[in-house]
């Protein structure tokens, strides 16, 4: 079954940081260039960051919004992705997604295939 | 930037109704135009990608048209299961979804 799992969301303080998780199974991790997707509480859908492929040098792009304080990263050997969340703010509250993207195109394609979703919750 | 605006914000129809939702975007995205379905506390589901182009497993029910910067979802007989928040999402450069439509029954 093709399927990803996040995993370290939680309560942190203002200015701290959080490690997230998410682990893939049932396709060829290292084929896909992988994204963050967030949605703070009762809002819409923000789009926070990728990773591309190894094929493109894994290469990353973030959102303004976390550009200097997020860091993506993935371990193709153990199928995982992460994003480091450094100098959080309260804004930063949200369910944090991690998603498959189709196709390797310029601008990625359309996600395909979601996380279950992981809370993190920034206040003091 | 891309500006996405999509509208509207929420609709209210009853089962049986042919709904319509619309997303432009602010410059030329060609065909990059993918359309979602949320339902509450669950991950987004893609119903649409390429504009056109039906998921694999989505009900016909669902459709979606349009290139450059008019887009247009339609659902042709809203069912009770639909009820959900519908988003589009460009991809031309880096990805940008539209801020959301949430569908209810009438």
């Known amino acids: 079954e093709v399927q990803l799992v996040e995993s370290g969301g939680g309560l942190v303080q203002p200015g701290g940081s959080l490690r997230l998780s998410c682990a893939a199974s049932?396709?060829?991790?290292?084929?896909?260039?992988m994204d963050w997707v967030r949605q703070a509480p009762g809002k819409g859908l923000e789009w926070v960051g990728r990773?591309?492929?190894?094929?493109?040098?894994?290469?990353?792009e973030y959102a303004a919004s976390v550009k200097g304080r997020f860091t993506i990263s993935r371990d193709d050997s153990k199928n995982s992705l992460y994003l480091q969340m450094n100098s959080l703010k309260t804004e930063d509250t949200a369910v944090y997604y991690c998603?498959?993207?189709?196709?390797?195109?310029?601008?990625?394609?359309?996600?395909?295939?979601w996380g279950q979703g992981t809370m993190v919750t920034v206040s003091s | 930037d891309i500006q996405m605006t999509q509208s509207p914000s929420s609709l209210s129809a009853s089962v049986g109704d042919r709904v319509t939702i619309t997303c432009q975007a602010s410059?030329?995205?060609?065909?990059?135009l993918n359309w979602y379905q949320q339902k509450p506390g669950k991950a987004p589901k893609l119903l649409i990608y390429?504009?056109?182009n039906l998921e694999t497993g989505v009900p016909s029910r669902f459709s979606g048209s349009g290139s450059g910067t008019d887009f247009t979802f339609t659902i042709s007989s809203l069912q009770p299961e639909d009820i959900a928040t519908y988003y589009c999402?460009?991809?031309?450069?880096?990805?940008?979804f539209g801020g959301g439509t949430k569908v209810e029954i009438k």
């Open positions: 410059q030329d995205i060609s065909n990059y």
């Open positions: 998603a498959r993207v189709t196709t390797v195109a310029p601008g990625g394609g359309a996600f395909d295939i």
């Open positions: 990773t591309r492929n190894k094929a493109n040098s894994y290469t990353t």
């Open positions: 999402q460009q991809y031309d450069n880096l990805p940008l």
């Open positions: 049932g396709f060829t991790f290292s084929d896909h260039y």
């Open positions: 390429d504009a056109s």
